[in-house]
C-alpha cells in the first residue's frame, strides 16, 4: 500500500513538470503581437537645412533641387537689457515693433507657407518636428574673443553698443589682465592666460576655455563671437528660439563654399581623410547645449586642444570636425551671421537689422561695412555699429534725438 502511493505522487508530480513546460512554450504565441507603432523606427536622413540670405530662406529637400520660401514679416524686441527679453508666444517680454527701420523675416525663415515648422524632421541629427524653446536672453552664454591690444579699440565700442543690452549674459575670453576692464565687467573677464598671438595653438586655447566656461554657466545655448562682431539681440533670440536646446544644433556660416579636408588622426592613423563643414568663428557661431555636452570627450578640460593638435585646425575647424566628422551632426548654414571676410556692402540695406551678427574691415579695408543711414556719419561712425545700436535702441542716452518738423 505504501508502495502504490509513492508511484502515484511520483507519477503526479511528472505530470505536473510537464504541464508546467506546456505552459511556458505557450505564453509566447498566447501574447498580441506588437503593433508596428511600438516599433522603434529608423532615423530619416536629410540634407542640411539652411537659413536663408536676406530675404528668403532655402531648404533643400532630400533627392531635389533648393526651393526658396518667400519670407514674411516679423517684429524687432525693445529692451533686452536683463533676462526679460525675448520674442514669439513663449517669452515674457512684450514684443514690439521699432518703427525705424522695416520690419524683419527672420521668424518667417523657419515656417511653411501653411503655418508648420519649415525646418521639420532631421535637425542637426534628430528626427521629428522642431519643438520652440522658451528662451530669454540669460540662457545664452555669449562668448567675446580678443586679445589685450584689442581692449581699446575693439572692446570699448562692443561695451558702448550691444553688450550694454548684455552684460550678464556676455563673457570676455582675452589673454592679459586689465583693471580698467576688470573694474568694467567684474567676473565677466576670463583672463585664459593663453598666448597672445594670433597662432593656432593661442586661438584653441582660448576656445577650449570659452567651452569649460559655457559648461560650468548651465545655460542653455553657447554663442561664439569675435571683438569686431555686433550681435543683434533681438534677432539671436528669435533664432535660437526656433529650436531646442536639447536638441543637436550647430549654426553658423561657413567661410568656404565647400566642406574642409583633413588627416582623420583621431579615429584612425591620418592615412585617411575626412571632410566637414565648420561655421566661422569671425562672423561667430551658436551651439545647444545638447549637442555641447556630446562633445566632452574630444573638447572639455584640456581635450579641445589635443583634439586640435592632431588634426593640425585652428578653433573653429576643430569645433566642426567634432560636430560634423566625429558627432555626425550636421551643420545648419545660415547667412544671417555676417564676418569681415565677405563684402558687407552687397548686404541689402532694408535687411540690415534682421541679421544675427555684422562686422566691419579692419585697417586692410576700412571701407567694408554695412550700408545703413542714421544720425551718424562714416567719419563719426566708420564701423556703423554706432548707428545699429541706435535705430535697435533709439533711447540710448548717446543717441541723437530726432527733431519734430515744425508745422508752417
Not at 581692449?151 to 570699448?156: A, D, P, V
Request: hydrophobic share 35%; charged share 20%; proline share 6%.
Amino acid at each position: 500500500m505504501h508502495i502504490a502511493s509513492v508511484g502515484v505522487s511520483k507519477l503526479c508530480f511528472l505530470f505536473s513538470l510537464a504541464f508546467c513546460g506546456l505552459l511556458l512554450l505557450l505564453i509566447p504565441v498566447l501574447q498580441p503581437l506588437q503593433r508596428q507603432g511600438d516599433l522603434p523606427q529608423p532615423r530619416p536622413h536629410t540634407k542640411p537645412a539652411r537659413v536663408g540670405k536676406g530675404s528668403a530662406s532655402t531648404l533643400p529637400k532630400p533627392g531635389g533641387p533648393v526651393v526658396p520660401i518667400p519670407a514674411g514679416k516679423t517684429a524687432l524686441a525693445q529692451g533686452l537689457n536683463g533676462s526679460s527679453a525675448g520674442q514669439g508666444r513663449s517669452i515674457e517680454t512684450k514684443v514690439m515693433r521699432n518703427d525705424n527701420y522695416r520690419p524683419g523675416r527672420i521668424a518667417d525663415l523657419h515656417r511653411s507657407p501653411e503655418g508648420g515648422s519649415l525646418l521639420g524632421g532631421k535637425v542637426g541629427g534628430l528626427t521629428g518636428s522642431r519643438s520652440r524653446d522658451p528662451l530669454e536672453l540669460k540662457d545664452i552664454f555669449i562668448a567675446v574673443k580678443t586679445t589685450k591690444k584689442y581692449h581699446k579699440s575693439r572692446l570699448e565700442l562692443l561695451f558702448q553698443t550691444w553688450v550694454s543690452q548684455a552684460k550678464e549674459q556676455t563673457y570676455i575670453f582675452t589673454d592679459g589682465e586689465d583693471k580698467e576692464l576688470r573694474r568694467r565687467a567684474g567676473a565677466n573677464i576670463i583672463n585664459t592666460n593663453c598666448s597672445a598671438a594670433h597662432t593656432r595653438q593661442a586661438l584653441c586655447c582660448k576656445m577650449s576655455v570659452e567651452y569649460d566656461k559655457f559648461i560650468e554657466s548651465q545655460k542653455r545655448w553657447f554663442c561664439h563671437v569675435d571683438d569686431d562682431n555686433y550681435v543683434i539681440l533681438p534677432s539671436l533670440l528669435q533664432l535660437l528660439s526656433s529650436y531646442h536646446h536639447s536638441q543637436d544644433v550647430y549654426l553658423g556660416r561657413p567661410s568656404l563654399d565647400h566642406p574642409i579636408e583633413a588627416a582623420e588622426r583621431v579615429k584612425s592613423d591620418g592615412s585617411v581623410s575626412v571632410k566637414f563643414w565648420f561655421a566661422t568663428g569671425g562672423a561667430g557661431f551658436c551651439i545647444s547645449r545638447g549637442l555641447a555636452l556630446k562633445m566632452s570627450p574630444w573638447a572639455s578640460l584640456g581635450n579641445f586642444i589635443s583634439t586640435a593638435e592632431k588634426i593640425r585646425l585652428p578653433d573653429d575647424c576643430t569645433v566642426g570636425y567634432i560636430i560634423e566628422a566625429l558627432l555626425e551632426v550636421t551643420l545648419t548654414h545660415t547667412h544671417l551671421f555676417h564676418s569681415h571676410l565677405e563684402n558687407l556692402q552687397k548686404l541689402p540695406t532694408d535687411t540690415v537689422l534682421e541679421q544675427v551678427t555684422l562686422s566691419y574691415g579692419g585697417f586692410e579695408n576700412r571701407r567694408n561695412v554695412v550700408s545703413i543711414g542714421g544720425a551718424f556719419s562714416l567719419t563719426e561712425d566708420p564701423s556703423r555699429f554706432k548707428t545699429v545700436h541706435c535705430l535697435l535702441y533709439p533711447n540710448t542716452d548717446w543717441c541723437p534725438r530726432v527733431k519734430p518738423h515744425k508745422k508752417s
